[in-house]
């Protein structure tokens, strides 16, 4: 069997790209026709909008549902951060409502919150968070895979989980090695589903904070 002349090469790879070509152009027209606004007068359209921010972010699939799906994370972390951003959006929402007021506003006062999301934030997303931001309230009472302290790992889970970044944004904006992003998730999780008692994951987080700790005194 004879191969294919440089010039026969030459014409499959140009047909090749002009294939690829054509699949992203489709994919762009569906996208564009998705989300556009259309300006219409009287039934014909004189122009459109573009989409807002947000209608984007809508079309973008979830990242956490993604992770699992893949199994970067567990069902169980993958059901941490769905709790972790409905506490958040909650209480975000509790302190716009309350300021958005200005005869409401007082100091030292807190946003309403329905009773079992101030039982998640107090007894879980506090501990988890000031645990992994450094800042325990009891360090003394805290089990030994339970003192480290990494704020990366907090600033990736909410930058991923709130925000809706995917790890490959969140490691080329911190100009991370490709995966460290991914790491340091699964250990805020892992973490959170500990202290949860979903999970049991104290080797797993104490082989994680030796490792960080040996790289720190490089």
Same mark, same amino acid.
């Given at each position: 069997?004879?191969? *294919?002349? *440089?010039?026969?090469?030459?014409? &499959?790879? +140009?047909?090749?790209?002009?294939?690829?070509?054509?699949?992203?152009?489709?994919?762009?027209? /569906?996208?564009? /026709?998705?989300?556009?606004?259309?300006?219409?007068?009287?039934? !014909?359209?004189?122009?459109?909008?573009?989409?807002?921010?947000?209608?984007?972010?809508?079309?973008?699939?979830?990242?956490?549902?993604?992770? !699992?799906?893949?199994?970067?994370?567990? =069902?169980?972390?993958?059901?941490?951060?769905?709790?972790?951003?409905?506490?958040? +959006?909650?209480?975000?929402?509790?302190?716009? #409502? =309350?300021?958005?007021?200005?005869?409401?506003?007082?100091?030292?006062?807190?946003?309403?919150? *329905?009773?079992?999301? &101030?039982?998640?934030?107090?007894?879980?997303?506090?501990?988890?968070?000031?645990?992994?931001?450094? #800042?325990?309230?009891? *360090?003394?009472?805290?089990?030994?895979?339970?003192?480290?302290?990494?704020?990366?790992?907090? +600033?990736? @889970?909410?930058? !991923?989980?709130? /925000?809706?970044?995917?790890?490959?944004?969140?490691? =080329?904006?911190?100009?991370? =090695?490709?995966?460290?992003?991914?790491?340091?998730?699964?250990?805020?999780?892992?973490?959170?589903? /500990?202290? @949860?008692?979903? +999970?049991?994951?104290?080797?797993?987080?104490?082989?994680?904070?030796?490792?960080?700790?040996?790289?720190?005194?490089?």
């Amino acid at each position: 069997m004879t191969r *294919p002349g *440089p010039a026969a090469s030459r014409v &499959a790879l +140009e047909l090749a790209e002009q294939r690829r070509r054509a699949r992203r152009d489709a994919s762009a027209r /569906d996208h564009f /026709d998705r989300t556009r606004h259309s300006l219409v007068l009287g039934g !014909v359209e004189i122009g459109y909008v573009k989409p807002t921010a947000e209608t984007e972010a809508k079309l973008r699939p979830d990242p956490i549902v993604r992770l !699992v799906a893949n199994e970067t994370l567990t =069902r169980e972390q993958g059901r941490a951060a769905v709790e972790i951003r409905t506490i958040y +959006e909650r209480l975000s929402a509790g302190l716009l #409502a =309350r300021t958005s007021d200005p005869a409401n506003r007082s100091p030292g006062t807190r946003p309403n919150l *329905p009773e079992r999301i &101030a039982l998640l934030h107090s007894q879980r997303y506090l501990p988890w968070a000031r645990l992994l931001g450094g #800042a325990a309230a009891e *360090p003394s009472r805290a089990a030994p895979a339970q003192q480290g302290r990494c704020p990366e790992a907090l +600033e990736v @889970a909410i930058a !991923v989980i709130i /925000d809706g970044a995917t790890l490959a944004q969140c490691d =080329r904006a911190r100009h991370w =090695r490709n995966g460290t992003s991914a790491q340091l998730l699964v250990y805020a999780l892992a973490l959170y589903t /500990d202290l @949860a008692g979903w +999970e049991r994951n104290r080797d797993m987080l104490a082989a994680f904070e030796a490792t960080r700790a040996k790289r720190a005194r490089r």
